[in-house]
């Protein structure tokens, strides 16, 4: 359906329209998704990967492509796997993010500390931690870690903040194309940024969305991101970049606006014994979901709703 007009050593590169390109992670050092837009006289790059040198690789994919080097960066929010590669483009470059968000990036990159070889202690301990675990909730939250580590020990790697923030809605023109941006106060977190396209056909929506993975609820509050998807259900839009795993259209929109419910509901019934809640205790649609963030949501969950009163997935 989608042109494939690149497989790099991170991701697969597809023509989802005549000026959407989306990048695909292949690779788990990325970690997640990344694409742009091509607006003819500058491109617009939604976010910039975990990895520096799949950052590399899109950056050239871009030039090689779009023959431009008038770069905008959207980070589609403060989670570091969407934003480390900011560092391998040029030092004017306008990065954007949502006046909500910009505090989150600004603490995240203060706590960070940034030294050749810093993390090779931490890698060679999570390398051999990883050979004796059998708990698969733990293998998956120490490869997490380890990834994490690898990519803040690239030598060239570098914190960069955005530059410019927006509170509510910001449009980018270009001479072939434009491109509408819209800030979520609350849904994965607080702050992302949706970029629509001009004809509304395709959509970048970070982490709103995971495919085929659990997504990750513990940043946000997971009642306004169903609204949110409800809003996109309803919407206009075709086709969806996600934060996380393939181009997808509405369909799975539904199965994670149902996830969510799901999950939601099974920790609600389990509240007292939710620590030995397991993947597979969720229905069998799910058992072939990726990643960490089962568990993470399971512990984030137990605490949302012993907080909680009574609640409306309809209403809220």
Partial sequence: ??????????????????????????????????????????????????????????????????????????????????????????????????????????????????EENLYDKEIRDLDDKLNTLTNRDDILDTNNFLIIYKNLNHPECKLINPNVTFKDNLSIHGSLDSIDLRVIPTAHSHGDIIATTLDKSVAFVGDLLFIDEHPYLGAGDPIKLIKELRTLLHSEIKHFIPGHGPICSKEQISEQIEYIETIITLVKENLKDSDNLKASDLPSKYHHYKGPCFRWNINFLTDYLKESKEIDFDSK
Avoid at 97 to 111: G, L, R, V
């Fill in 1 to 114: 359906m989608f042109k494939h007009v690149l497989a790099s050593n991170y991701f697969n590169l597809y023509r989802v329209t005549e000026n959407v390109y989306a990048a695909i992670k292949t690779n788990d050092l990325c970690m997640g998704n990344a694409g742009f837009i091509n607006l003819g006289d500058k491109v617009v790059v939604f976010d910039t990967f975990l990895s520096i040198e799949a950052a590399k690789e899109l950056k050239q994919a871009i030039i090689n492509i779009t023959n431009c080097t008038n770069f905008i960066i959207i980070n589609s929010h403060s989670h570091i796997d969407h934003y480390l590669g900011n560092c391998v483009f040029p030092d004017q470059t306008t990065i954007i993010s949502s006046e909500i968000a910009y505090p989150k990036f600004i603490e995240n990159n203060e706590e960070i500390k940034l």
